[in-house]
């Protein structure tokens, strides 16, 4: 495999004296734009029991009765190198990571040491360690890298009812919480009429005025779009995580121009009990991405999907067969460009000398995947505007040039 | 009819879930200072015509621990609960007379934050909202930090319950410390995290009766240290107690809680006058929430924020109702609670431990607009069969345009300004004519006015 020299290229900003803060401007228009859509485990998502190190034999020591067991021993993990192996409900990952379109990075996450859900979840989305630091999502700032992102208004979509904090930015983005909810009912009669009254009632600059603006225009655009005119090519599962990623599909495959989406998907804070909830949820997770990537069909090729979790959670199991809050974790990166069918991971180890108070040490930066997928799509990036706290790491050659 | 004081109008657009008729008539008759007194005092406040509505047709909010965990068993006993819950509390929040009780009651529910919709919580929260939430919403922050504590409902919730000197959970003890009281910045350390659940071993629930029992045999008896608090060895119950009583007076609890209040009440970002004003108010009355509150009302600051406050959907839901002075019938209810979930404000339903957001950087977004536009729509679309909105009232044969969109201002007391009226009038021109307008068309056009006017940014804020 090819390792990617990391080159630190100077800023395009600052070669054009461009003051701080104004939108950098892609120099000239690749052929196809890339989807960048990032996928939000909210909770502090096991990944020790995800993706485990059945190789590491202080994995079981500390987990006498809630580890996965081995490959091959009954329940066992799917081998996916010597030291990894997945879940085992999650074999529709099996292909996708065969053929090259799945890649997997351990021991990965936030350097800032947070283990309260809601600051890790605030500093991952806004790319940084300190929280006194830039108040915009990481997705965002790369938003306005993007030549059509202020004037293609679904160009951000945030799949649920509220903006994430990673689309967060100077660019607008746009909630779905469903295709269908994309709608204005008026009282009956004469919609032509109401709907002038209501763009100039919402006419300003103001943030109310916006809202109401970017609602009118996005009813106008998806109604003329028809995006549910693509008939899913794929089954997913019925819950509400699937039918985001189901809609993803169909926006993505419209004329709407959208390319940055976010999405969420609940629960993984196991503190008791953890195998039993853990199951169906990695299930959900694996199937469902692994629909959309039937579904894309040949879009998955310029598609990339990072999937994240604000934290890892303890090595050691507690008293009531789940696991607390801890640090290092796995990323799932999948999509087109990807080097996959392969574990990134400068793994620290488990025995306890190697654990940062009783976690999984972080040994990769989760911007670096970030980083590495943004450069695949625009090698000339200054990727510290994005990443501005960022100061680069070692290659990990996850994406193809 | 003479113009609504602006001054009255805030006022009751922040102690109430909305101005209507009826409020403003009693406010301007005793005066701002009086009718804020009065609710300050919640239990002066007579509300027995809501309290016998509710204890008539929802049973199950008066059902104890051991009731409960019998209702539990039966099939789909658990959902109706809940949802009796959800409907309680949205019909509390348009017609109490106690509004300002009311408001505090929905921010210690945010507060001290429990996810509804699961087994036993289905029927645990109903129990938490009368024997913790309510009792000490405008009373001390003490008592209620004591009482969440001890809820089975919480211990449930945050995992408290498994909590054992020989398998401890942290998931509650950091919450307590993160959410509850000192907040993220508030001085603790990991270590205080885990010292914090060690004090709170053995605090559980007892299985033959659903409610608290301090198992002697789980708790941690050796010493610990959390912050400037220490306990000795075999403190017993008396090791959480303490610790309990050390946070609610703490002055980064004190800091927290009130910036949150002055958050709620005022504006998303609050003066640091008022802020500091009423965490000195908490710390020196050892958390009285009514003491912090006449302070809050009693700066100026609180007065200097009309229309700043984004209202939330469930505001901008009550608000429609007390504003059309709407009754819904039982399917109207139900109808409506589905819409909530629509705008993502659902009673109860907010997964995590923080509670739903109070800032409009959460709430504010294209789809919010969405939503709130058409829920005023099926509102004025609803027959009065569904919604109990008296069209009638405005529907007044032979009246022109200009007429009727009058009539309807003064009949709900909005304050339609000079330039929105003149666009609501020339808008019905537009759909119904000029001409004198009959019966029929007159109701049509008084559903249209009511429309544009809860679409309208104005009715967005308060």
Known sequence: MQRRQFIKVASVGAGLGLAQGSRLVRASETSTEMNTLLVFLRGGADGLNIVTPYGDPDYFTHRPDIAIPAPGEVAGALALDSMFGLHPSMASFIPLFEQGDLAIVHAAGGTHGSRSHFDAQSLMERGINDKTGVFSGWLGRYAETLANAYSTTFHQVAMGDAISLSLLGDAPAMAVSSIDAVDLILPSQSSGILKQVLASAYSGSSPLAQAGQHALMAVEEIQAADPAQFTPLATYPETAFGRSMMEAAQLLKSSLGCHLMTFNLGGWDHHVDENQQLTPLVEELADTLSAFHTDMGPLINNTRVIVVSEFGRRVAQNGAMGTDHGSGNCVFVMGGGVNGGKVYADWPGLSSDNLVLGDLAVTTDYRQIMVECLLAEQPNLDWQKVFPEYAGGSPLGLFTA | ?462
Not at chain 2, 212 to 220: G, I, P, S
Not at chain 2, 259 to 282: G, M, R
Not at chain 2, 397 to 426: F, H, I, T
């Open chain 2, 1 to 462: 009819m003479a113009d609504i004081d602006p001054v009255l109008r805030h006022l009751v657009e922040r102690v109430t879930y909305g101005y209507n008729h009826a409020t403003f008539a009693m406010l301007t008759a005793m005066g701002a200072e009086t009718y804020l007194q009065n609710q300050l005092a919640p239990d002066t406040i007579d509300d027995s015509v809501v309290d016998s509505l509710l204890t008539t047709y929802f049973p199950t909010l008066n059902y104890s621990n051991l009731e409960m965990l019998a209702l539990l068993q039966e099939p789909g006993e658990g959902v109706k609960t809940a949802l009796e819950l959800q409907v309680a509390k949205l019909i509390r929040q348009v017609y109490s007379q106690r509004q300002l009780y009311e408001l505090m009651v929905d921010f210690w529910t945010n507060h001290f934050n429990i996810y509804q919709a699961e087994s036993p919580l289905f029927a645990f929260k109903t129990i938490d909202e009368r024997e913790v939430i309510r009792p000490h919403a405008m009373g001390s922050f003490k008592s209620l930090l004591h009482a969440s504590a001890k809820s089975p409902a919480m211990l449930f919730y945050l995992d408290n319950k498994d909590n054992r000197v020989d398998g401890l959970n942290e998931n509650y003890a950091r919450e307590l410390m993160e959410l509850h009281t000192l907040g993220v910045d508030g001085g603790y350390t990991e270590n205080d995290v885990v010292e914090t659940a060690r004090c709170l071993t053995g605090w559980t629930i007892y299985p033959g009766n659903g409610e608290f029992l301090f198992r002697a045999r789980w708790h941690d008896n050796e010493p610990k240290q959390v912050m400037d608090y220490q306990t000795g060895s075999n403190g017993g119950i008396s090791d959480g107690e303490g610790l309990l009583d050390y946070l609610a007076t703490h002055p980064s609890t004190a800091h927290f809680i009130c910036k949150k209040l002055c958050t709620y009440f005022i504006s998303d970002t609050p003066d640091s006058a008022v802020v500091e004003a009423t965490a000195d108010t908490f710390l020196q009355t050892e958390g009285d929430i009514t003491a912090v509150l006449i302070t809050l009302f009693m700066h100026d600051a609180f007065w200097q924020s009309a229309g700043q406050k984004f209202k939330r959907p469930q505001r901008y839901l009550s608000s429609c109702l007390r504003l059309l002075n709407a009754t819904p019938s039982e399917q109207g209810w139900g109808f409506l609670l589905k819409t909530l979930g629509d705008l993502g404000h659902v009673p109860y339903h907010w997964p995590a431990p923080n509670g739903y957001p109070i800032t409009a950087g959460y709430w504010l977004n294209n789809n919010a607009m969405l939503q709130r536009w058409n829920l005023a729509s099926v509102i004025v679309q609803a027959p009065t069969s569904a919604t109990g909105i008296d069209w009638a009232a405005a529907q007044i044969e032979g009246v022109e345009a200009d007429e009727l969109v009058r009539l309807v201002k003064n009949v709900l007391s909005y304050p339609l300004s000079d330039s929105e009226q003149n666009a609501v009038v020339a808008t019905v021109r537009e759909l119904f004519g000029t001409r004198p307008l009959t019966a029929e068309m007159a109701e049509a056009a008084a559903r249209h006015i009511v429309y544009l006017m809860l679409a309208h940014t104005s009715f967005q804020n308060h």
